[in-house]
């Protein structure tokens, strides 16, 4: 029960993020980090959570500001920002996101230093909470999948907001895509089958475990849950991170049980996926997965965790 109450704590704790400026000729030149409940200042935020990546992260990095310097140009309305959450890394993943920083400058890259490992949901919370895009992306370090495939997920959440917005009846409000309350996720779904013709049966049998233990604790609805490519609206991510109590790996799960309670539509999108050598998910990591599903149904069935619908900004 302690352990719930201090997950709940930490949760409702307001902490001041910081931005450091590597371009800044005064090493002890710091910015506050914006917040996700002030207006939104561009048309998308990515938001890339990382933990020992000096090797994978550039490769990623290079291949998404390909991407958005190619679509900015066409489009000159549609601005971006990516913002590297290192998590505690004990190698050069910080040094090399701040290189691109330097490169690209601090309006497009930003580099949030959390100092020692929370966990990647602890990471992606921090970054949601201080994005400054219409919509935001959550995506891994590794580019497991193409970025190209964000247009299908964008595609998706302005059907949602299309459909929903029709219905508020507020005269002389106009709703863009962020204002509705809407997330998508990227989903590997359909390449199950491959998956399991090629993983050792270990795997296949425990993973099989903690899908059955996933549809227990946030009901049916979405395939895959774990898929680290998902997009929110920002009225979403008001919504959802701010009550977000898990910091390691099923906060994924969290954030589909709390859609649920929010009433906040989700839609699951086939995406285009490849596997990266050198994942962080060990065999080990399952148990405690499924530690974090069994809080899940404590903190919210015993009402230790309160799902709050407003918020104060905080960051």
């Excluded at 966990?119 to 590794?142: F, N, T």
């Excluded at 959802?240 to 699951?268: A, G, Q, S, T």
Aim: glycine content about 6%; some cysteine.
């Amino acid at each position: 029960m302690e352990w719930l109450r201090e997950l709940e704590d930490s949760a409702r704790s307001v902490h001041t993020t910081i931005l450091e400026d590597p371009t800044s000729l005064d090493k002890h030149d710091k910015t506050l980090c914006p917040s996700v409940f002030d207006p939104a200042q561009k048309s998308i935020s990515f938001i890339i959570p990382a933990f020992n990546e000096e090797d994978r992260l550039p490769v990623h990095l290079e291949e998404i500001l390909r991407y958005m310097e190619q679509r900015s140009s066409v489009d000159r309305n549609f601005t971006y920002e990516i913002i590297v959450v290192d998590d505690g890394s004990t190698d050069n993943t910080v040094k090399v996101a701040f290189d691109y920083v330097r490169k690209y400058k601090l309006d497009r890259v930003r580099v949030i230093n959390l100092g020692r490992n929370h966990g990647k949901g602890s990471a992606v919370r921090k970054g949601m909470l201080c994005a400054r895009g219409e919509l935001l992306l959550m995506l891994d370090a590794d580019g497991a999948t193409k970025i190209t495939d964000l247009e299908k997920l964008e595609i998706e959440l302005k059907d949602i907001s299309g459909r929903l917005s029709t219905g508020i009846t507020n005269k002389g409000v106009s709703w863009g895509v962020g204002d509705i309350p809407a997330v998508v996720f990227g989903s590997r779904a359909h390449l199950e089958q491959r998956a399991l013709a090629t993983r050792k049966w270990y795997r296949n049998f425990l993973m099989k475990g903690f899908h059955f233990c996933v549809l227990l604790v946030a009901g049916k609805g979405v395939r895959d849950t774990q898929c680290g490519f998902k997009m929110f609206t920002r009225a979403a991510a008001r919504q959802l991170f701010p009550n977000m109590r898990l910091k390691r790996w099923c906060f994924d799960v969290e954030l589909v049980y709390l859609c649920k309670k929010l009433h906040i539509p989700i839609r699951e999108v086939a995406v285009t996926w490849t596997e990266i050598p050198g994942s962080k998910v060990k065999p080990l990591s399952i148990v405690h997965m499924l530690i974090e599903l069994v809080l899940i149904r404590m903190g919210y069935g015993l009402q230790l965790w309160k799902i709050q619908r407003e918020f104060m900004r905080s960051n």
